[in-house]
């Protein structure tokens, strides 16, 4: 398997579309500081082929393909092997309730000659090639044909954990030993063995189980099956004699029902004519339907004569007048009374509005002559106020002038000094002002009163004519509605007339309806009467025509009682005839049911001589029954006597097996089989590791193996042997790696389906080695992919290493997503 190009999105760090071209590439270094997704790379080719990862440890735990809070991660592989170039992908979802599950896994087999330029316009391998694979599963199974390697052997041949076989070099035999078992998966022999013990216990309980059956299977030897072969003859020759007898039982059968049927017959008869009577009241019937018909005809002529009466009424009623216009009338002149008071007491309202209204401007008037006094008050008594001030200010001036000098305020000579009176006059025109101000305010807020009320008088004499108003124009409507009406007092003897005339309509509406029902119920009297009368003809009928057989005399239609008497005399004297003749058909039924009995005891001696039960209504079905059951006795020991002769073969073929389970898990003893092919593996594994280091080293080394420990042969000194612990650093790696060449391809030989192994990745830690190792290191790997048979990368964070590998992708991680960068070649 040869990758050629790694396609990854949501993938673990990989949070955004990342390519990885290994195109052209034999030499290559995936390099980067600790931490930045640098063996993720390995995951994404690992997960692609097999759906896990070695570093997720459990292979369900496919949750760790998704980067943080992503929904999805989708991987696409495209790689090549035995000259093939295939394309992988797999696709793994987040659902809303967090469960991770693979969406979509797919695998196919690209043309020759396909351009993977084409998958960067957003191509994927849906409908580019052959579909090898569509399923997890599938995927699953077609990688392993294809690649030729199972997951386990894939991460030891392709993708190599180093180190551990640096610890294989070193390990003491017996940790050796589980090593190799565990990387060769020959712990296989020992489940194996497991499996053989498994056996071998089944197969011990098996044949107690099959002991236990054996034993089970009594009672089926050649006496029994003789014993049911005669059972099953007698009961045969039971079912025959029954065959001839079972006739002889139907026909004495039939003999006495038909004589039972002729008795309860002639019974039946003498219990139906014995039956018929005259009816108690055959006689009053027509004569009260007669009474009823004439009931009815005097109660339709009461009701007549009461609908007529009605009629009148209601035309003299329908004469007098519309008694709702008249009344209509009538509240119209209440009506007219009230709005005439109404309008009086709005008139009152009016003038008393109007002197309220003049009162009202009056005082109004008044306030404002005083408020403007007050206001030349309060202006009189400023002006006297700043004169005063005045004079203080100019006689604050005079201890200043000086006679001859210029005036300060006028600028003009002096020329006398007036003398400066002793008291001011401020004072007191202050106080007068304040009295003066305070009189001025209290007029012009009485001012501002008088207005209220006036504004408020204005509306209430405006509303009170508006309501006048309305007043006298609904008062001059009623007026004219009213024009040439009558009086109320005729309204009103017009109004009684009417009443007393619809007093007398609904009595006489009552008198009809009274009549009717009246008629309703003569009606229905009537119609039960009659009803009655038929019932009992229909009653006459059906005795007659019960009696139908037996040819009664004809009926008198005219008289129902006339014809129930004829007929009641004619079945009392067929009764007595009928009577008369009972005794032979009774003496007919005895001699019938005592042929039944000697037949029937007959049967019963052959059922009991043959063992048996008493037979019921079918002695033939009886015999049948008894023959069937005894032969599927004959047969259940023959298929006993079957099951057994089974048994016994099957017992033998368990113990067979029981044997060679026993002797497998006894040779594959672990200290037998397990331990001669641990030598075994290990002799091939150090002969292709020694030809592997001969080659890294310059033919320098050897490697050999004795008593579990291994050496090598340094052919530059002689042919010296030195333990493997004696090496250097780089000559540690040359023989770790070797054996790590030498048992990735014994890997490879035990997988089911020829491997293609054309990569190795080298996921190791280099950065513990010295300058000089690291040198031998990257020589080795030099020489390694200078062999060509295999693509070779490593991971690493080494500066010096990666400087000597042509092609590197270097491996950056920011906040968001890590990024690859190839450089080189």
Same mark, same amino acid.
């Given at each position: ?20 071209? =290994? ?11 600790? #931490? ?7 995951d994404a080719i690992c997960f692609a082929l097999y759906g896990t990862v070695p570093r997720w440890g459990d292979r369900r735990a496919i949750a760790n393909a998704l980067a943080p809070s992503a929904a999805e991660a989708r991987v696409r592989l495209v790689f090549e092997s035995a000259g093939v170039r295939y394309v992988l992908a797999r696709v793994v979802r987040r659902d809303a309730k967090g469960a ?39 995927? $699953? ?12 052997? =894939? ?31 020959? $712990? ?11 056996? #071998? ?52 059968? !039939? ?11 002639? $019974?039946?008869?003498?219990? @139906?004519? #014995? ?35 009605? &009629? ?92 001859? &000098? ?52 204005? @509306? ?8 006048? &108003?309305?007043? &006298? ?40 309806? !009274? ?12 119609? !039960? ?48 005839? !009928? ?93 037998? =089989? ?12 150090? $002969? ?5 280091? @001969? ?131």
């Amino acid at each position: 398997m040869r990758p050629i190009r790694l396609d990854m999105d949501g993938f673990t760090v990989f949070r955004e579309p990342t390519t990885v071209d =290994f195109t052209d590439t034999d030499f290559f270094a995936l390099v980067g500081p600790t #931490g930045s997704g640098k063996s993720t790379v390995l995951d994404a080719i690992c997960f692609a082929l097999y759906g896990t990862v070695p570093r997720w440890g459990d292979r369900r735990a496919i949750a760790n393909a998704l980067a943080p809070s992503a929904a999805e991660a989708r991987v696409r592989l495209v790689f090549e092997s035995a000259g093939v170039r295939y394309v992988l992908a797999r696709v793994v979802r987040r659902d809303a309730k967090g469960a991770v599950t693979t969406k979509h896994a797919g695998l196919e087999a690209l043309p020759h000659g396909f351009d993977l330029g084409r998958f960067d316009t957003g191509l994927t391998g849906d409908d580019i090639g052959t579909v090898l694979a569509g399923t997890a599963t599938e995927v $699953d199974e077609a990688v392993q044909t294809v690649v030729g390697l199972p997951y386990e052997q =894939f991460t030891k041949c392709v993708v190599l954990p180093q180190g551990e076989f640096a610890a294989f070099l070193h390990a003491k035999p017996a940790e050796r030993q589980k090593i190799l078992v565990n990387l060769l998966g020959l $712990d296989v022999y020992g489940q194996i063995r497991e499996r053989a013990t498994s056996l #071998g216990t089944t197969a011990e309980a098996q044949l107690k189980i099959l002991d236990d059956q054996l034993r089970a299977l009594s009672d089926i030897g050649d006496d029994a099956l003789a014993a049911a072969v005669a059972r099953v003859a007698a009961l045969t020759d039971l079912g025959s004699a029954v065959d001839r007898i079972a006739p002889q039982l139907a026909d004495a059968g !039939r003999l006495a029902g038909r004589a039972a049927d002729a008795l309860a017959d002639l $019974d039946t008869q003498i219990e @139906r004519l #014995g039956a018929v009577a005259v009816p108690a009241e055959a006689a009053t019937l027509a004569a009260g339907a007669s009474a009823a018909r004439e009931a009815v005809t005097g109660a339709l002529d009461a009701a007549r004569a009461a609908e007529e009466a009605e &009629e009148k009424l209601r035309g003299e009623l329908q004469a007098a007048g519309d008694a709702t216009a008249l009344r209509r009338l009538l509240d119209t002149h209440a009506a007219r009374s009230q709005l005439a008071r109404e309008a009086t007491d709005v008139r009152s309202t009016v003038a008393s509005a109007e002197r309220q209204h003049s009162a009202a401007a009056s005082l109004l008037s008044e306030s404002r002559m005083r408020a403007s006094d007050a206001l030349a008050a309060l202006e009189a008594a400023r002006e006297a106020y700043q004169a005063a001030m005045a004079v203080d200010r100019a006689i604050a001036l005079r201890p200043h002038l000086k006679v001859g &000098e210029a005036c300060p305020v006028c600028e003009q000579p002096v020329h006398a000094v007036p003398e400066a009176p002793h008291n001011s006059a401020v004072a007191a025109l202050r106080v007068a002002g304040d009295a003066a101000r305070k009189r001025s305010d209290a007029a012009a807020a009485l001012v501002e009163e008088h207005d209220r009320a006036t504004r408020d008088a204005d @509306r209430a004499l405006a509303a009170a004519k508006a309501h006048a &108003e309305q007043v &006298e124009t609904r008062l001059a409507a009623l007026d004219t509605a009213l024009d040439g009406a009558p009086a109320p007092e005729a309204l009103r003897r017009e109004l009684d007339a009417i009443a007393t005339l619809q007093s007398g309509l609904e009595k006489a509406g009552l008198d009809v309806r !009274r009549a009717r029902d009246a008629h309703r119920k003569a009606a229905a009297a009537a119609d !039960r009467a009659e009803e009655k009368l038929r019932s009992a003809w229909r009653a006459f009928d059906t005795a007659r025509d019960g009696l139908a057989a037996f040819a009664p005399p004809p009926a008198n239609r005219d008289d129902l009682a006339d014809a129930w008497g004829t007929l009641a005399a004619w079945a009392t004297g067929e009764a007595g005839r !009928r009577r008369a003749g009972r005794q032979a058909a009774v003496d007919d039924l005895r001699a019938a049911e005592r042929r039944v009995t000697e037949v029937r005891d007959e049967l019963r001696t052959l059922f009991a001589d043959a063992g048996l039960p008493l037979p019921g209504a079918d002695p033939a079905r009886d015999a049948a029954v008894a023959l069937e059951r005894a032969d599927a006795a004959r047969r259940r020991i023959e298929e006993k006597r079957k099951d057994a002769e089974r048994i016994r073969e099957q017992r033998d073929e368990v113990a067979k097996e029981s044997q060679v389970a026993k002797a497998l898990a006894q040779h594959l003893r672990a200290d037998r =089989f397990e331990r001669w092919l641990l030598a075994e593996a290990l002799d091939t594994l150090v $002969d292709g590791a020694s030809r592997t280091l @001969r080659e890294l080293s310059n033919n320098q080394y050897d490697l050999v193996h004795e008593k579990g420990e291994f050496f090598v042969v340094d052919h530059h000194d002689a042919g010296l042997r030195r333990a493997v612990r004696t090496l250097s650093g780089g000559e540690t790696f040359q023989a770790s790696l070797a054996l790590a060449l030498a048992l990735s391809d014994q890997l490879a030989g035990l997988s089911t389906a020829a491997a293609s192994l054309e990569s190795i990745v080298l996921d190791e830690g280099f950065g513990t080695l010295d300058s000089s190792t690291l040198d031998t290191v990257a020589a080795t790997l030099e020489n390694l992919a200078a062999r060509g048979d295999r693509m070779v990368g490593v991971v690493t964070h080494v500066g010096a290493l990666a400087e000597r590998i042509p092609v590197r992708f270097e491996v950056r991680r920011d906040a968001r997503t890590a990024r690859i960068e190839r450089v080189g070649l």
